[in-house]
Structures are given as structure tokens and as C-alpha cells.
């Protein structure tokens, strides 16, 4: 079975500055990867996702990810942030064996805060 | 955005009271999915259905059911609310429409407080 942990539960940074949200997973098998987003009192979003091919994935909002298949982790970036940053972002992975494949397990999200 | 549901979006009810939470969808999309959302937990999956009649269990599905009779619809059940299922609940859509694209599309939510 897979699991997914997202090392920062909470993450403050102030505006304009990178940030660095940290996922690390475990699977037996080969995996997909997502991130989403989730603003207040609103469903998630994706972010954007690694499927194959290139490990630098771009996604929305200028965020970015890199898919590290040696350290199993799928961290996600972005070089200058915004207050309407500010939201719950998760970590999300999915099986790439037979018909397991249309589940995904999530981490517990961490809490991007940008102040000004 | 796709076309995804959820009805009521805020609802209130007693210990011991059966509730039916409603998952709509016009993308026709193969699979559903519930989940629920708790703070430090992350989304845990309740069930999910990947056809018209084809369910099957998460990883948090006591207490729960669901029925899927129509591609659009999906119902998730509470036979007899309990306070531990005060929570926020997802419905979730995952397509196929030629190309399977393994992400999902989330509703906006519907949040249950069991009193």
C-alpha cells in the first residue's frame, strides 16, 4: 500500500520570498504524482502532476515540482510567492498497478501562510 | 472547472439520524469518489464506484454506504449519524472520456456537524 508524508504541517514565509513544500512517499510499484490546493472554505484544486516523462512538472501559479524517483519525493516550488498564496496545499499519490490505479491516497496537507 | 455538485452544502443533524449526502456530475466520468476531511487527517476515502452499480470500500467506510444508479448521480449514507462524523465531506470525479487522465476533480464540499 502507499503512503504519502508531508514533512511541514505549517509553513510561514513573507511575500515575494521561495518557498519549498516537502512530500515524500512510499509505494512498491511505480506512481503518479499530484499536488492540489485547497483555499478556505472551498474544494481542492490540482496544482499539477507528474504521469512520466520529464521529473520537472510546471503546474498553475507559477508553482513547480520535481519528481526524485531516488528519494521517492515530489517536492513542490515556487520562486516568489503572493499573499493569495496563502492556502492548504496536499500532496497526493496513485498506484500505477492494474486497477488500483484510479485511487489516491493523500498526505495531511500543509498550511502555506504568506505574510506581508 | 468540472461539473461537480454536492447537495446540501451545509447540513446539521442529530445522533441517531440517517443522512444522505448528494454527488452530481455532467462530465460522465466513470469513477466517484467520497472522502472525508478532518483537521491533522488529510482526505481519507469512504468509497468509491468505478460504474454504475460497482462500488466498493476506502479506508474509512463504518457507517457508511452508498448507491450509484445513474452515471451522474452518487449517494453517500449515514444510517445513524454519529459525532465522529461531524466532518467535511468531498465528492470527487476521476474520467476516462477516451484517455484515461488518473487525476480527480473535487466538489466544493458539504459540511456535516452531528450534534
Known amino acids: 500500500a502507499q503512503s504519502v508524508t508531508q514533512l511541514d504541517s505549517q509553513v510561514p514565509v513573507f511575500e515575494e520570498a521561495p518557498v519549498e513544500l516537502r512530500c515524500n512517499y512510499s509505494s512498491s510499484v511505480s506512481v503518479y504524482l499530484f499536488w492540489y490546493v485547497q483555499y478556505p472554505n472551498q474544494g481542492l484544486q490540482l496544482l499539477l502532476k507528474?504521469?512520466?516523462?520529464?521529473?520537472l512538472v510546471k503546474g498553475i501559479n507559477g508553482f513547480e515540482a520535481e519528481f526524485n524517483k531516488s528519494q521517492t519525493s515530489f517536492h513542490l516550488r515556487k520562486p516568489s510567492v503572493h499573499i493569495s498564496d496563502t492556502a492548504e496545499y496536499f500532496c497526493a499519490v496513485s498506484e500505477r498497478s492494474g486497477g488500483s490505479n484510479y485511487k489516491l491516497t493523500f498526505g495531511k496537507g500543509t498550511l502555506l501562510t504568506v505574510n506581508p | 472547472d468540472a461539473g461537480i455538485t454536492q447537495s446540501p452544502r451545509h447540513k446539521v443533524t442529530e445522533t441517531g439520524t440517517p443522512v444522505t449526502l448528494r454527488c452530481h456530475q455532467t462530465e460522465n466520468h466513470r469513477y466517484m469518489y467520497w472522502y472525508r476531511q478532518d483537521p491533522g487527517h488529510g482526505l481519507r476515502l469512504i468509497h468509491y464506484s468505478y460504474g454504475v452499480k460497482d462500488t466498493d470500500k476506502g479506508e474509512v467506510s463504518d457507517g457508511y454506504s452508498v448507491s450509484r444508479s445513474k452515471t451522474e448521480d452518487f449517494l453517500l449514507t449515514l444510517e445513524s449519524a454519529t459525532s465522529s462524523q461531524t466532518s467535511v465531506y468531498f465528492c470527487?470525479?476521476?474520467?476516462?472520456?477516451?484517455?484515461?487522465?488518473?487525476?480527480?476533480?473535487f466538489g466544493p464540499g458539504t459540511r456535516l456537524t452531528v450534534t
Open positions: 507528474y504521469l512520466s516523462g520529464s521529473t
Open positions: 470527487a470525479i476521476s474520467g476516462d472520456r477516451g484517455r484515461r487522465t488518473y487525476e480527480q476533480y
